[in-house]
Antibody
Framework: EVQLVESGGGLVQPGRSLRLSCAAS????????MHWVRQAPGKGLEWVSG????????GYADSVKGRFTISRDNAKNSLYLQMNSLRAEDTALYYC??????????????WGQGTLVTVSS | EIVMTQSPATLSVSPGERATLSCRAS??????LAWYQQKPGQAPRLLIY???TRATGIPARFSGSGSGTEFTLTISSLQSEDFAVYYC????????FGQGTKVEIK
């Protein structure tokens, strides 16, 4: 059974940093691209960032480019999101999501339960 | 950025009735269109991909159609567990989601 478990969220002041983690199990982690998708309270879904299986290809939404850094450790079956210079508008539930396959990099077939990031003074 | 527009925002349907949800892309996404279901307090669940292929374990009452810029999700006979928010998402390019359609009990 595929499991994605996010952690690292919390309350943080504007301008500060936070690092999210996603622990994956139930599939061959290093075969798949992985992504972060967020959902502001009561709002819709927004893709944040994605990384290929070997970290060779990385992408970011314009809203986080230059502030967030995605990475992965295939030996630890883990995905990360380093978030710097946080803003109030980054407040959201952050989901870790698995790409379905290599030909559909941006199709998400499994999602974690999310970790909540609240940016407030 | 490809903008995805869903309609209606809210759909009131009685159990057992058919529900039809629409999704429009601002430019062609071919058949690179997915539908997700999200229930309160839960993560999104993939229902349909490739515009019309049901994901693993998805009941046959869910069907998708369309290509290019116009897409439809149909739930043939609504069950109690189907009342939720549904999102479309294009994955032809940098992924974007529609704003969601809430299917509520009439």
């Amino acid at each position: 059974e595929v499991q994605l478990v996010e952690s690292g969220g919390g309350l943080v002041q504007p301008g500060r940093s936070l690092r999210l983690s996603c622990a994956a199990s139930g599939f061959t982690f290093d075969d798949y691209a992985m992504h972060w998708v967020r959902q502001a309270p009561g709002k819709g879904l927004e893709w944040v960032s994605g990384i290929s299986w070997n970290s060779g290809s990385i992408g970011y939404a314009d809203s986080v480019k230059g502030r967030f850094t995605i990475s992965r450790d295939n030996a630890k079956n883990s995905l990360y999101l380093q978030m710097n210079s946080l803003r109030a508008e980054d407040t959201a539930l952050y989901y870790c999501a698995k790409a379905q396959d290599s030909s559909s990099w941006y199709l998400f077939d499994y999602w974690g339960q999310g970790t909540l990031v609240t940016v407030s003074s | 950025e490809i903008v995805m527009t869903q309609s209606p925002a809210t759909l009131s349907v009685s159990p057992g009735e058919r529900a039809t949800l629409s999704c429009r892309a601002s430019q062609s996404v071919s058949s690179n269109l997915a539908w997700y279901q999200q229930k309160p307090g839960q993560a999104p669940r993939l229902l349909i991909y490739g515009a019309s292929t049901r994901a693993t374990g998805i009941p046959a009452r869910f069907s998708g159609s369309g290509s290019g810029t116009e897409f439809t999700l149909t739930i043939s006979s609504l069950q109690s567990e189907d009342f939720a928010v549904y999102y479309c998402q294009q994955y032809n390019n940098w992924p974007t989601f529609g704003q969601g359609t809430k299917v509520e009990i009439k």
